[in-house]
């Protein structure tokens, strides 16, 4: 049997076509909307979201839940920026017009789930908020934050320049190497565990 790498499940097709960019082929991608906790942290919620997903599948499997974290606001939206995100993105840009602090971070929370264990990797980005939504590329909210030492929002970049820095890259390079020190070197394969 062929090793593919990661089984992630996600019902956002964006989530896994930069999942496929950054990995190659090692992504075997499961269309699945897993119904979401509330919950204060972005890893509590992908967590719980892994449990369920392997619990439905019965085998082992990654999801990811991601966030946005302003400076001024303590954190927040955090893992509830996808309802702020509703209200529109000029409409968050404009919510930090009356703060001088327009850092903010960028995070991915992979959570993994197999029979024997539960392995969670987290990236981080800092950078900033821009004053007003730029770009087309990318999705959600990378039309406005701006990466540490950058200029340019993630909307504003070529994907493959976005896929190069993101929280996305970082929390997949953490989880891989997290599982390889346990010994698995195939990682997850296709197929039942």
Same mark, same amino acid.
């Given at each position: ?9 996600t019902?956002?097709?964006s ?5 496929r ?19 204060? =942290? &972005?890893?509590?919620?992908? &967590?719980?979201?892994?449990r ?5 599948l019965g ?9 946005l974290?302003?400076? /001024? ?15 529109g993105?000029? =409409? ?6 009356g703060?001088?602090?327009?850092? /903010? ?15 969670v990797?987290a ?12 770009? =087309? ?5 990378d /039309?406005?934050?701006v ?6 929002t ?6 493959s320049e ?8 970082? /929390?997949?390079?953490k ?11 195939e990682?997850?394969r296709?197929?039942?565990?």
């Open positions: 049997m062929r090793s593919v790498g990661f089984l992630l499940v019902g956002s097709e989530k896994a076509a930069e999942a960019e950054i990995l190659g082929g090692e992504v075997e991608w499961v269309s699945m909307s897993i119904p979401e906790i509330q919950a204060a =942290t &972005i890893e509590e919620i992908a &967590i719980e979201k892994a369920r997903a392997h619990e439905k085998r082992a499997c990654v999801v990811e839940d991601s966030g974290e302003f400076s /001024a606001w303590q954190g927040l939206p955090g893992p509830y920026v996808k309802w702020f995100e509703k209200s993105l000029e =409409t968050l840009c404009r919510a930090l017009d703060s001088s602090d327009r850092r /903010a971070s960028a995070v991915c929370v992979l959570a993994y789930r197999s029979a024997e264990r539960e392995v990797a990236g981080r980005v800092a950078g900033s908020i821009a004053e007003h939504p730029r770009g =087309t590329g990318g999705f959600g909210w /039309a406005i934050f990466p540490e030492g950058e200029d340019r993630f909307g504003e970049m070529a994907r976005k896929n190069s820095i993101s929280h996305r890259r970082r /929390a997949w390079a989880l891989r190497s997290r599982l390889e020190a346990f010994g698995q070197e990682l997850p296709s197929g039942r565990e």
